[in-house]
């Protein structure tokens, strides 16, 4: 299992959680850690989000340059190499400056005009300030995103699902201790009260399973992952997969927090889902718990 200290190796198929090599898949992102279920991979994020990075162009040539891409995303980079330069980069029968040093030479780099390099300087600190004037917390609330028509951001939260799961992200007030966060969650209702104040309260969309439901609490945002009682290869008598797609997180949302959609989108019959229930992590990240449970900050 791969320490919570130390850079994860790719090259090792197991979960980066639990040392499963069971069920596994990669994470979307990054493309670089395994994990063998989607609470595993909730379990390892405060640790895991230090590196987890999106590589683009890797994203974009894996299909045709597999181990290029692989090799991109190992190393950090965003070059223009083909496999067998890579595979020869490995082997070291040749190195970087060999292949574009002075026996390949680069083109000129382009030339600007003083207005040009003006323009770049401006831009350059313009998103410098931006970047600097966001906090942690605000970077990682930007940083939750909700697929088209799998979810929604709301005046007061954002959620989104796949074919197992539906999450809830709630941004708390700067400062909040996990000891004044309330969750209530049953197998129909779910309830959020921050220091005495409600959040958020109603009945869910459809039920859910209770007992294989969790919260948590990191970067003064409230993250809940729900599992749903009706879901892929568990369905209601009569019913079909598109039945367990939910529109809104409660049952009676308002109209911006429903999903305008006559029938559940294409893109949600290709989404993760849990192939058998498995048993929870009981303390995920530095406050988390279960149904109606306050964790308590004790170190384990």
């Given amino acids: 299992m791969a320490s919570h200290f130390e850079d994860e ?42 590196w987890c990075t999106r590589n ?27 496999d067998d330069e890579v595979d020869r980069l490995e082997r070291k029968i040749a190195t970087m ?9 680069k083109p000129l780099p382009p030339s600007y005009t003083p207005a040009d390099l003006k323009r770049m300087a401006n831009a350059e600190e313009q998103a410098l300030l931006e970047d ?6 605000e970077k990682y609330w930007a940083e939750v995103e909700i697929p088209e028509k799998l979810g929604l951001q709301c005046p007061k939260y954002k959620w989104r699902q796949n074919q197992s799961y539906v999450e809830v992200f709630v941004r708390l007030p700067a400062g909040t201790s996990g000891k004044a966060v309330f969750v209530d969650l049953q197998t129909n209702l ?4 921050v220091d005495g104040q409600e959040y958020l309260k109603g009945e869910l969309y459809a039920p859910i399973k209770q007992d294989m439901s969790v919260w948590v ?64 992590h009981k303390r995920v990240g530095k406050y988390a718990g279960g149904h109606s449970e306050q964790a308590d900050d004790r170190p384990k």
């Fill in 132 to 137: 600097l004037s966001q906090t942690r917390e």
């Fill in 190 to 193: 779910l309830s959020v009260t």
């Fill in 97 to 105: 400056e060999d292949m574009y040093g002075k026996a390949d030479p």
């Fill in 217 to 280: 609490i990191y970067d003064n945002m409230l993250e809940i992952v729900m599992l749903k009682r009706y879901r892929k290869d568990h369905y209601e008598d009569g019913k079909s997969n598109a039945d367990t797609f939910w529109y809104s997180v409660f049952w009676k949302g308002r109209d911006e927090e429903v999903l305008q959609l006559a029938h559940p989108p294409t893109e949600y019959y290709s989404t993760e889902y849990e192939r058998e229930d498995k048993p929870l």
């Fill in 56 to 82: 683009d162009f890797a994203d974009l040539i894996e299909k045709q340059e597999p181990k290029f891409a692989k090799w991109m995303r190992k190393h950090g980079k965003q070059a223009v190499l083909k």
């Fill in 9 to 50: 190796d790719p090259t090792v198929k197991e979960c980066a959680n639990c040392g499963s090599k069971d069920n596994l898949g990669r994470c979307s992102k990054c493309h670089q850690a395994w994990f063998c279920s989607l609470k595993c991979q909730k379990a390892y994020w405060p640790f895991h989000k230090e």
